[in-house]
């Protein structure tokens, strides 16, 4: 049996196969679903990855993986399911269907037929780009270890066409097209508007990883900006889905149109196309943990001590400082779990202020945080960030697309914010709307898009840890304040670099993580009865020792402390030393 099978190398044979056999049934694509799904429940290693292999070396129309967040959703694509063409020789008619790629097939020798029976669908189009603020390791877990067979079968000549014909292919047609068809010019084809860089619209600077455009066939689903997915499909680059243009004019397209369908219609070498045959909606992306999250969650057995050797490894990064520690690891756990009214629930921003000044603590902090989790991503608040960023994501009517911006980030993702890094300064008017989204982000997980007429509400479950000298400027959950217990080290670098630990002791740690932050939680009546005396109690001695935010706040640490030991229910003597940590919290505050 050979090592690539053909169906993931021509999987148009098996669907066209497929439609000739069971064409008069209106659902027959739910028959090429059923057939791949059961190929793929036990073979989805032999389907290679957008993200882990390059677009040179997959083949046109060869099935194939990309695990991404969905940036921007296009306006819904009209196509011919059933076409008919007929042999200009013997006159015999047959049927085609142009699902699962982007152009019509019709062989030497055939014609298209414009007849009653040719019949239109509909597709759901998605501009998709590699999970924002992806962290290092969780890429290196994601790449294939290809067998030598794998490798002659993705290179082999007769498996693939080499990436340069593709090019040199879309260079081609591209020059016939405009010879042949050529509209009247615009009055403005003196501006160049081909030469205009396209963008990957990647939401963070200086990330350029895959991107693609989805098209989807159920057209009942319902996909939300910034959700994370890992898409099956027909990979499709034809140099003809290109959008084309006069270099020296402009023609070839009404100006009114050309910055909307250059964008919506890149060229192919640049953003291929995905036909799904299979979807998953994500709600992790730790390559150690299976998505059968119902057997990965059950930590208990193991939570309590990785709970101590975390925090140990913790402590090391915060100078033996235990308590910043402790709510260092309770910050890492958190998510939103529930929304009410403009609240999210579960959230806890953490602040670690006392940051050592003019050092690179900050930076160095977050490279090991990176070490931790599965999406983390490093902003320095300098002013110079602030104010030529672009924080808010933008709906640009002339390209018809949703222009990204910085905050644009996936559920889950941890966001570590260098407050030590803002000098004296002015804030432009960008900064302002900068730092305003940044704290709106931070209060209510939530940021207003920029759709020009009006603001359009989009939710997040972003963890952001803001770090500081003083109290932060950002409206944070929960303020620390970081009390070494060693003296600082004047090389912070070579002190991090010792703070290593077995790579199956950081594997377990990653796990640990994730599998706290999905855990299952229960508060019991009995408990929350006696939360609600506790609370009744403090309001008697002291008004102000304890209000309804306290109250709210606690409720949070004590979710995430009970998860991060592997109970799914709050115990009493958890609750109680909850309470010692926030009081020796706030009295280092004070």
Known sequence: MPCVENWTLNPLHAIHNLFENTREDQDWHRGVENYFADKLTSNLHMIPSLNEVSLHDIRSASLVRFRCMVQDTFEPEYFLETYQIVNK?????????????????????????ESLENKT?????????SVPAETSWVKEKFKPKQSACFQDASTSKNTKRPFEEDMEQDESATSERNT????????????????????????????????CIIKVYDENKDFKVNEIYEFIGVLSVDPALSATYDSSTGDGIDEDHMEEDRAHHPPPSLVPRLHCISMSKLNHINPLVSRDSSSALDISNMAVNLRHDLISFLKHATFGDELTAEYLLLHLAARVHNRTGTMAVGKLALNIANIPPGSRYPNLLSQLIEQLVTKAYYLPMSLENMNKLKFIPKKNYSSNRLDTGLLQLSDGTHLIVDETALKPGQLDTN?????????????FQKIDYDFQFHPVTFYHDVSTLVLSEGKSML?????????????????????FKQLVVPLDLM?????????????????SDSMMKNIEDDFVAARRVDENKMSADDLHLRLVLA???????????????????????????????K
């Open 89 to 113: 020789q013997n006159g015999h008619k047959t049927f085609g269907t142009s699902m699962y790629s982007d152009v019509i097939e019709c062989p030497d020798g055939f014609e298209f037929v």
């Open 507 to 523: 594997n377990k740690f990653r796990i640990y993580l994730t599998c706290a932050r999905l855990a299952d939680y229960e508060l």
């Open 475 to 495: 409206p944070c959950d929960c303020q620390v304040c970081l009390k070494p217990e060693i003296p600082i080290p004047t090389d912070l670098e070579s002190y």
């Open 559 to 589: 979710r995430l402390c009970s998860t991060t030991s592997g109970q799914e229910k709050l115990a009493f003597d958890v609750w109680q030393r909850l309470e010692r940590l926030e009081n020796e919290r706030k009295a280092r505050i």
């Open 431 to 443: 900064g302002v709307k900068n730092v305003q989204a940044l704290s709106a982000l931070v209060k």
């Open 180 to 211: 042949t068809k050529r509209p009247k010019a615009s009055a403005h084809s003196g501006v160049n508007i081909s030469r205009t860089p396209l963008k990957k619209n990647h939401p963070l600077p200086n990330e350029d990883g895959p991107v």
């Open 121 to 129: 669908g509909c597709r759901q189009v998605l501009y998709s780009v």
